[in-house]
């Protein structure tokens, strides 16, 4: 059994990964429940959690050495960009500062036990670059102080591998979607609002979906159970460390295709409100993801089989 601290373990992906994580390993989760919910992760076996927040330093310090963790996976973030541009200040304390000071932390460590820690940043970095398929030295447009905040934590990261002996990978992920995404939030993923509206539609609730421009725009979506599966072959891989990754399944998928998918899977049909092109959207988004593959990673989930599996788990 290995002791691991995943910061953000009550949010979506890092309950998840927990979900699967705590069954052979011993589970720290930090988490301020800002975003998080911490009923994605009761009764889960093996898991100490902890309400605090990652901004907390003496209590950071005194965990990461007391507990001198196996492997940490640092998900704990502001994760929205329009907040980031709100407030700048507060959202680069959470997405940049707590990521140096757990470097900082573990690099003072005498007899370090740590294996891996895993930065988790996003395909935000990218910006509005128009080549694709994203490559990992692709050009990095960020746009929002939340893509600044990632790619400065991306990077720290991996410099404290090469300049300090800290071992760590950084992953940017694509767009992540499944079970314990919160629709409710205005910023909250195509796909978790998508779903939420057939599912208010088959309760007889009221079941608009906004759509932004014509629906033509594509993304690369990714099912959460293939981000965890990446997130563990990276963490225990050799060829991992100092290195940062793709995380996507290299396929794109417009908005329409994803409205006709469920409709066809539900056999149900909701009222689509086309408006105007959201201001700085992406038209397109697909990430490259050889390097994954080089590590051993497979897509399991194509987005019919990604969409069923989300949907069994709402019934
Ligand atoms: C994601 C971020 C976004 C960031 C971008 C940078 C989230 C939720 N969004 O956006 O803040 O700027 O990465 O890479 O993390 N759409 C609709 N109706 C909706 C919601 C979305 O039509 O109710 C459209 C959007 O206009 C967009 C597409 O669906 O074209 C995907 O939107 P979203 O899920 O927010 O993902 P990103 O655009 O990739």
Known sequence: ??????????????????????????????????????????????????????????????ILIQENFDCIYHLAAIASVADSIERPSETHEVNFDSTLFILETLRKMENRNLK??????????????KELPKKENSPIKPLSPYAIDKFSSEKYTLMYNDLYGVPTSSVRFFNVYGPNQNPSSPYSGVMSILVDRYVKKIKNESSEFNLFGDGEQSRD??????????????????????????????????????????????????????????????KKSVADISNLRELGFEVDYTIDNGLKSYLKFLD
Do not use: Q
Not at 23 to 33: G, H, T
Not at 222 to 234: M, P, R, T
């Open 221 to 282: 979506f990714i099912y959460v159970d293939d981000v965890v599966k990446a997130l563990e072959i990276i963490a225990y891989s050799n060829d991992s460390k100092g290195k940062v990754y793709n995380v996507g399944t290299g396929n794109e998928t417009t908005i329409n295709d994803l409205i006709s998918i469920i409709s066809r899977y539900l056999n149900e049909e909701i009222k689509i409100n086309k408006l105007e092109e959201r201001s700085g959207d992406i």
């Open 1 to 62: 059994m290995k002791k691991i601290l995943v910061t953000g373990g009550a949010g979506f992906i890092g309950s998840n990964l927990v979900k699967k994580i705590c069954i052979s390993n011993e589970v720290v989760i930090i988490d301020d429940l800002s975003m998080g919910r911490k009923k994605n992760i009761n009764n889960l076996p093996n898991v100490t959690f902890y309400e605090k927040s990652v901004l907390d330093r003496h209590f950071m310090e005194d």
């Open 116 to 129: 891996r820690l895993i930065f988790s940043s996003s395909a935000a970095v990218y910006g509005d670059d």
